[in-house]
């Protein structure tokens, strides 16, 4: 692709084993890591409190697949209104089937194929205002200002430019804009060789940031706003949500 020119060759090679990682979770559904015993698909989906009407209309390739940290759309439904929302590394498609129910107009950015026909199986019949978009972030191909929220589950880590996907977040959010961000926080010191290791991004452990490096890089994207909420620790690791406000 395009944007593979731009990165150094750790990042490509980083970037090539999450392509082929969640390639092959989209064709075969998720499972835990080797030693690992954690819910994935739709036993994930009913441990973070997925709505029972969601998991039941998702086809069976959107919940096998999916993969998430956090039940985001909750957080965008509490503000209210018509919602006009970027589902960024969309995946299975079950957060954008969610909102898609709850009348939000919802665009669905996921650079994996595989994951993107899941979620057309899942969109067929169902009548809701959402449109898939094949696409490789940071570089988001959305209108500047044109979105009251963005939510990220289980994507922002194995992204290495940072700095550059939060200045596109910044950058197609409307004034007063808000993103979500579910993932792993690093809440300890992580060894480089982990860091360089492509299976720990494929499970979001190798770029993983600490609440204050969030912090550091919203502040330079232009958010006025960076809130960082540790959900459950297994340091030096966290799961947590970042909330960012323009």
């Given amino acids: 692709m395009e944007a593979f020119r731009e990165v150094t060759d750790i990042q490509r090679s980083l970037l090539e084993a999450v392509l082929k990682a969640y390639g092959h979770i989209g064709r075969e559904g998720s499972t835990s890591p080797s030693g690992m015993n954690f819910p994935t698909g739709a036993a994930l989906a009913e441990k973070l409190g997925y709505p029972r009407r969601v998991i039941d209309m998702a086809a069976y390739g959107s919940l096998s697949s999916f993969v998430g940290?956090?039940?985001?759309?909750?957080?965008?439904?509490?503000?209210?209104?018509?919602?006009?929302?970027?589902?960024?590394?969309?995946?299975?498609g079950l957060d954008s089937l969610w909102l898609g129910v709850e009348g939000a107009r919802v665009y669905s950015l996921e650079v994996s194929r595989e994951m993107l026909s899941n979620l057309a199986v899942s969109l067929e019949g169902a009548n809701l205002n959402v449109t898939t978009i094949l696409a490789l972030l940071p570089e988001l191909p959305l209108k500047e200002g044109a979105f009251t929220h963005a939510i990220m589950n289980g994507v922002a880590n194995i992204i290495p430019n940072k700095a550059r996907l939060l200045e596109e977040l910044f950058r197609a959010l409307a004034p007063s804009g808000k993103a979500l961000i579910a993932d792993i926080l690093a809440i300890g010191e992580i060894d480089q060789g982990i860091r360089n290791e492509p299976d720990a991004w494929v499970w979001c452990v190798g770029g993983a940031l600490s609440p204050d490096e969030w912090r550091e890089y919203s502040a330079a994207a232009g958010f006025i706003e960076c809130e960082v909420e540790v959900k459950e620790r297994f340091e030096p690791l966290a799961r947590g949500i970042i909330r960012l406000r323009k």
């Avoid at 985001?72 to 969309?90: S, T």
């Fill in 69 to 92: 940290a956090a039940p985001l759309p909750l957080y965008v439904l509490e503000d209210g209104g018509r919602p006009v929302v970027a589902d960024l590394g969309c995946g299975a």
